[in-house]
């Protein structure tokens, strides 16, 4: 069995929750059996590594607009239990994207101190992107640390939610808001925000990644190619930019036919497995690791990439043998 790297992969940490109602009450909904697994840091977390034959699982925390101090005590969290694990935890680094210059610094001080191996970022800060140069300093530093920002989903803003209401209830609306369409959309639209705003232009050694097998751009991605480049001048098209500049997982999508088309337009080099535990199980993401196989749709040394070697070359980190 190959190791198996994971790197959309979450937690929720008491402390976050304590010092925000916006993150408590978006924690209240989980299942009490979900929010055991995001807070667990220690065995319960590891043993559901084993389960899912998972190596290295890199986490992150999110979501939520939180205070640079909280931030750091969460980052600090992390990282002690990292310390504990290090041959199957690493970190993705929490920032406070509200605050660009301290979001910045604490991407550095995780780097330079903690050891993470980037950051998980919100999709939007309050329904505002990130194409707004304001943030730019944190894609700068990035760039400097030479790791990677991980662009999740987040849910939609007060201002979004009217545009998914409609004649039906407003559970349907939350749904096309969130995991049922948008989350996707509106990450996908991220991507082309960023490109679009000149942010490869400026970081051309930026790397990004983005789960759920591409957020709905693979199957765009021929047309997109095409009307970007009624966009302006631009040093690099985004044809360039997605072979370059761009990663994306699997995390949460278990089915052959998507991964069809994101092999058909993104190299193997850029192509990495998650799971996006503990919403998906482990398990599940074995069974459909344990079927691309079977299926020969990824084969050889390319399954080797995309089990854990692309990870290892993005992230610096070292899959551990079994």
């Known amino acids: 069995m190959l190791p198996l790297i994971t790197l959309e992969e979450h937690y929720a940490s008491p402390k976050v929750s304590e ?44 979501p939520g607009n939180i205070s640079p101090t909280v931030c750091s005590a969460a980052n600090d969290d992390l990282a002690s239990a990292v310390s504990r694990n290090p041959t199957r935890l690493a970190g993705f680094a929490m920032l406070p994207m509200s605050e660009p210059a301290a979001a910045a610094k604490e991407l550095e001080r995780c780097v330079k101190e903690l050891g993470f191996v980037g950051a998980l970022v919100d999709n939007h800060l309050n329904g505002q992107f990130y194409d707004d140069d304001r943030f730019w300093s944190i894609f700068e530093k990035a760039q400097e640390l030479n790791v990677p920002i991980y662009i999740h989903p987040s849910f939609a803003s007060d201002s979004m939610m009217e545009h998914y209401k409609g004649n039906y209830s407003d559970s349907v609306a939350m749904a096309l808001s969130a995991y049922g369409w948008a989350w996707h959309t509106e990450t996908g639209l991220h991507i082309l925000r960023l490109f679009a705003s000149g942010l490869f232009d400026c970081f051309p050694k930026l790397k990004i990644v983005i789960g759920h097998m591409g957020e709905m751009l693979p199957f765009q991605l021929e047309r997109i190619f095409l009307i970007s480049e009624r966009w302006g001048k631009r040093e690099r098209c985004f044809r360039e930019v997605w072979r370059n500049n761009i990663w994306i997982t699997t995390s949460g999508m278990f089915s052959l036919t ?7 337009t993104t190299s193997i080099d850029h192509v990495l497995y998650s799971v996006d535990y503990p919403f998906s199980a482990n398990e599940k993401g074995l069974e459909f690791f344990e079927e691309i196989e079977k299926s020969g749709l990824i084969a050889g040394k390319d399954l080797e990439l995309f089990a854990f070697g692309n990870a290892e070359n993005l992230l610096g980190v070292k899959a551990r043998s079994s």
């Open 19 to 62: 010092a925000s109602p916006e993150a408590r009450d978006h924690y209240a909904n989980f299942p009490p059996h979900i929010l055991s697994k995001l807070e667990s840091l220690g065995e319960e977390r590891i043993q559901d590594l084993d389960k899912g034959k998972v190596s290295l699982q890199v986490i992150s925390h999110g």
């Open 258 to 264: 998507p991964l069809a088309c994101l092999l058909q």
